[in-house]
């Protein structure tokens, strides 16, 4: 009877709250639950008003002032999450309720009639809730009870699903290994399709509002890699719409995953699958992996074959992935689209997604040709790549589309296409193959680089914005850098046409080193491809010297941007062997009427500071032991390395400018430079003795390494010694001279100044007899009587 007593109750209690629970009760109400729950066991009875409370669950809470939403925060949190343990009592209905419920958390419509007084909670309050609760997790968990009934289960992923929106349920899911936990229910017994959506659903919330990194380690193991290829495969023979949409969706996720390279995509076979099938129509050989698939070129397939293409791309970074990509005709289906643009119609791609596909096929060539440098020489990818280039540079009609990432830019033209096509042979370039540059150079690839780059060039005056247009000319001056470098045959082609670019470009170069759009990189582009292709070569540098290119040089050194500066002084000091570089340096003047010698000591001065040399205010010596001793060296300690490992004075001359500048002073000479203040000769006796200081610092080092460890013998130690003094004496010796340089600059200025004094005092001695003339011939004119002495003064002489 007691128990009749209490379903009675529960059902009025049910009837009560039938429009929701108030805040205040919803504590009591989860007591009852758990009460109804411990009596199921016994009782089945009591399933149905378990159900039906449950049920209310899902309807708004009710509140009757303003805070009790903050007030009775608490309970709810732990109401909620009591709801989800509930999931453990083995009950079809009741779990199937719980996720019922949990789904109407996002239901924000109201019940028909509320409570007196009574005004429903926020809509996202419940929702809220559970996120404090942590019922996310709690649902992943109990998965697992519902391992084998696949209504439950569904249930469970709608709710999960619906829970997914929010990421901080996402990181609880990803908290107990959700994303692995949903990966291995992709393949479950399903006809109805709702497993794999809404698994696939849920991590795609999961890669996008959980942290990328955590999910992608739970989806790395080989089982998750396997369910996910065979859902993939599952999909690829669909035929409905959403099935091809779901199918894009797992390739978006595999593709997240293949950019981790602990992921097994190859050893689950997951790789192979989909290399074949990107190369599926292009290569037209019959494969087993892709029986029954069937393109049907609708907009799903387009995305399908773009998603392919780039995974190719994140395979190719794989060394491990070189075997199945060359097996796989990889290249022979990347190179089908380096042709001609043809319009295509009905059935295959339309002329826009042709010309998308063909620019991503192109992109991704550049990744895959250099790992695969055999087969593309075999392919005979170089000569496709320069006969399409042709074909860019011709007059041929031809309307991009530009609708796409890798057309930007392109609208209208064939522009898009040069670019990525010259980036996929930049990428072979770059590989310093001696076969890959015979193979360019036999076919006059250096000619028509020198072509393009002017066709660039001309156009990239008109479209200044066009960053295309800076990372094709970049492109070629690299290629053309590779191909010449250490060839004095391609070096002399190259100068026929390619000394006046580099001239054109070094003329607008102060220009280029203060444009924010990122065309300073073509500076550093030409610099690098006159080092490359012009020095070494006695035909290029007499040509370079006789377009006034060593005059451009120093305009450019004589801007002092510290970025470009090392590099000028590298080419100056490798020209300096000629002759005539030297004349061109001692007879140019830059503004203000400065000569080579004073920009030269500038940088010296700048790059002294830059490493901490110590200087007094006249920029003379301070330490004479260690006179060009950097902070940096003075920081660091004596380690004892081996013969083979330069020490630190010796890794300072090749990272500093000084070296090279000096270099250039041991051709100008140190005497009779003009343009030279007072303080520019102080600097220059540094310069001078530069090597000298240096064989001290090094020596110094040897010391210091050697008493780290040994004890020098007598006469090793007088030898350390007497090195020592010398240097030493060296720096006092050249303190001398610039203390004498300074005392001489001030006494020719004491001089000077005496000179300009005595001028302003003959001048005041004119003034002052020009003055007593005027005031005399006043006085005469004025007074008689002066005027009578000034005639008898007169008529006495």
Request: hydrophobic residues 40%; proline residues 3%.
């Amino acid at each position: 009877d007691l128990e009749k007593e209490q379903l009675k109750t529960l059902k009025k209690v049910v009837k009560h709250f039938e429009n929701g629970f108030p805040l205040k009760d919803v504590a009591p109400i989860t007591d009852i639950l758990n009460l109804c729950a411990e009596k199921m066991y016994e009782q089945e009875a009591f399933t149905e008003p378990l159900c039906e409370l449950i049920k209310l669950f899902g309807l708004p809470f009710l509140k009757r002032k303003s805070s009790d939403e903050a007030n009775y925060a608490l309970d709810v949190s732990q109401s909620i999450t009591q709801l989800g343990y509930l999931m453990s009592v083995e009950s079809s209905q009741v779990r199937i309720q719980i996720c019922k419920s949990v789904v109407n958390f996002f239901n924000t419509e109201l019940p028909g009639k509320l409570l007196s007084g009574y005004q429903p909670t926020s809509p996202n309050y419940k929702i809220r809730m559970a996120e404090i609760g942590g019922l996310a997790e709690i649902l992943v968990l109990s998965l697992t009870l519902v391992e084998n009934q696949l209504t439950e289960k569904l249930w469970v992923l709608k709710a999960l699903q619906h829970l997914s929106t929010s990421g901080e349920s996402c990181e609880q899911m990803v908290n107990v290994q959700g994303a692995s936990r949903l990966c291995l229910c992709l393949n479950g017994a399903d006809p109805s399709g709702q497993l794999l959506f809404r698994s696939s659903d849920i991590l795609w919330n999961l890669l996008e509002k959980a942290s990328k990194g955590v999910v992608v380690n739970q989806l790395r193991s080989l089982e998750c890699v396997h369910a996910l290829k065979e859902a993939f495969v599952e999909l690829l023979c669909g035929f409905r719409h959403c099935d091809h949409q779901l199918r894009n969706d797992l390739l978006v996720i595999a593709t997240l995953l293949a950019e981790s390279p602990a992921v097994p995509m190859i050893e689950s076979g997951f790789a192979k699958i989909l290399i074949v099938l990107a190369t599926y129509t292009e290569v037209k050989l019959p494969n087993p992996l892709v029986k029954g698939f069937k393109l049907t070129y609708s907009y799903e397939d387009f995305e399908m074959k773009k998603l392919l293409f780039n995974i190719i791309g994140i395979l190719s970074k794989d060394p491990s992935s070189a075997q199945l990509l060359s097996e796989s005709h990889v290249i022979p289906a990347l190179l089908y689209y380096v042709k001609q643009n043809q319009r295509s119609g009905f059935p295959d791609w339309s002329a826009a997604q042709y010309e998308e596909l063909q620019l991503h096929a192109l992109a991704v060539l550049a990744s895959v040709a250099p790992v695969l440098v055999d087969k593309y020489l075999s392919c005979q990818g170089n000569t496709l790549l320069l006969v399409f280039l042709e074909w860019c540079m011709s007059k041929d009609p031809f309307f991009g589309r530009g609708n796409s990432f890798h057309g930007t830019g392109g609208r209208g033209t064939k522009l898009a296409q040069l670019h990525y096509s010259l980036r996929a042979l930049r990428s072979v370039v770059a590989l310093y193959d001696e076969a890959v540059s015979n193979n360019l150079c036999d076919q006059g690839a250096i000619s028509q680089l020198l072509d393009i780059l002017k066709y660039a060039a001309d156009i990239s005056k008109e479209e200044e914005e066009n960053i295309a247009l800076v990372d094709i000319q970049a492109d070629i001056l690299f290629m053309l850098s590779v191909l010449c470098e250490d060839d004095n045959d391609r070096k002399e082609l190259f100068s026929c046409e390619g000394i006046g670019i580099l001239v054109s470009y070094l003329k607008m170069g102060a220009t280029l080193l203060c444009s924010a759009r990122g065309h300073n990189c073509l500076l550093f582009s030409a610099l690098d491809c006159l080092w490359s292709c012009v020095i070494g070569c006695c035909l290029a540098e007499e040509s370079f010297i006789e377009k006034q290119g060593v005059f451009l040089l120093l305009d450019l050194l004589a801007v002092d941007d510290s970025n470009v500066c090392n590099m000028i002084l590298g080419i100056l000091v490798e020209f300096s062997d000629n002759p005539k570089t030297i004349l061109h340096m001692s007879i140019w003047r830059g503004k203000r009427d400065r000569t080579a010698a004073n920009v030269l000591i500038q940088l010296w001065r700048r790059e002294e500071q830059d490493l901490g040399v110590k200087r007094d205010q006249y920029g003379k010596i301070v330490d004479t032991k260690r006179p060009i001793i950097t902070s940096f060296q003075k920081q660091q300690k004596v380690i004892p390395l081996p013969a083979c490992c330069p020490s630190f004075s010796i890794m300072e001359v090749s990272e500093s400018i000084r070296a090279k500048i000096y270099s250039l002073f041991c051709k100008l000479g140190f005497e009779n430079l003009p343009g030279l203040s007072a303080k520019d000769v102080v600097t220059l006796a540094i310069i001078q003795h530069f090597i000298d200081f240096k064989i001290g610092e090094v020596w110094s080092e040897i010391s210091a390494e050697i008493k780290e460890e040994f004890r020098p013998v007598t006469s090793d130690e007088r030898a350390l010694k007497l090195i020592s003094e010398v240097s030493e004496n060296t720096g006092r010796m050249v303190l001398g001279l610039q203390t004498e340089a300074l005392e001489g600059q001030h006494h020719r200025e004491i001089k000077e100044e005496k000179k300009i004094y005595k001028k302003i005092q003959a001048t005041q001695i004119q003034r002052d007899m020009i003055n007593k003339s005027w005031e005399n011939f006043l006085a005469r004119t004025s007074n008689y009587e002066a005027l009578k002495v000034r005639n008898l003064l007169e008529q006495k002489i």
